[in-house]
């Protein structure tokens, strides 16, 4: 697609079930990023993917929180045993890292609104 | 960890006035970045900056990337009440693992009432 794809566009959970999200990036982007968001906050870091690279965890809040990526293509955000606090809309960004090593602008989907009731 | 505080954190605009915003941190960073949220929306990039001291316009917008590399400002010139909404700083150092990209906490732009 021409832009970053995140689904669903909203979730209803019940507090202590686990939850999948996905992101589609735009296509040939090899960095992918994951942000949480929530109400009338900024963005905070989750995850960084980038190529064959390890990824960045080092913003996952707690071990209920993972993610996967498929070569440089989908990325799963999975959360477990969901609680009332994990609310929130989580983002997902892609962008284009080329030769020179350079990673340029980031691109946003439209989110996943998560309730935990 | 590192972190990029933003300033101000709202702000209230009436049609015409010139706004200006901006982020600073302890850490040097090689890309600097603006985005702007509206509700319910993702953020969308408005100014990519790549080069300390370098400073770039997009229409009614001007950023700059600080010489020291460790700040950025952006300007909006005669505003309309389309620019309302979160604006965001970003930035991220490239190569190798460093390339997390983190986030201001934002600066919200309202309109005077």
């Known amino acids: 697609g021409a832009g970053v794809s995140q689904s669903p566009s909203n979730k209803v959970t019940e507090k202590g079930k686990d939850v999948e999200l996905r992101c589609d990036p735009i296509?040939?982007?090899?960095?992918l990023y994951w942000y949480r968001q929530r109400l009338g906050q900024g963005l905070e870091f989750l995850i960084y993917f980038q190529g064959n690279s390890a990824p960045d965890k080092s913003g996952l809040p707690s071990d209920r929180f993972s993610a996967e990526r498929t070569g440089e293509s989908v990325s799963t955000l999975t959360i477990q045993r969901t609680q009332q606090e994990d609310s929130a809309v989580y983002l997902c960004?892609?962008?284009?890292?080329?030769?020179?090593?350079?990673?340029?602008?980031?691109?946003f989907g439209q989110g996943t609104r998560l309730t935990v009731v | 960890g590192q972190q990029l505080n933003q300033s101000p954190q709202s702000m209230f605009i009436q049609e015409g006035e010139d706004v200006s915003m901006n982020c600073t941190s302890s850490s040097i960073f090689n890309t600097w970045l603006w985005y702007k949220q509206d509700p319910g929306e993702g953020p969308v990039l408005l100014i990519a900056l790549y080069k300390a001291g370098e400073l770039t316009s997009n229409g009614r917008l001007t950023a700059q990337f600080g010489i020291t590399r460790k700040d950025s400002f952006l300007n909006i010139s005669a505003s309309i009440p389309s620019d309302v909404g979160i604006y965001f700083c970003a930035a991220t150092n490239y190569g190798g693992s460093q390339g997390n990209l983190i986030f201001g906490k934002g600066t919200k732009l309202s309109v005077k009432p």
């Open positions: 296509s040939g982007h090899t960095a």
């Open positions: 960004a892609s962008s284009l890292r080329d030769r020179g090593l350079l990673i340029t602008e980031a691109f």
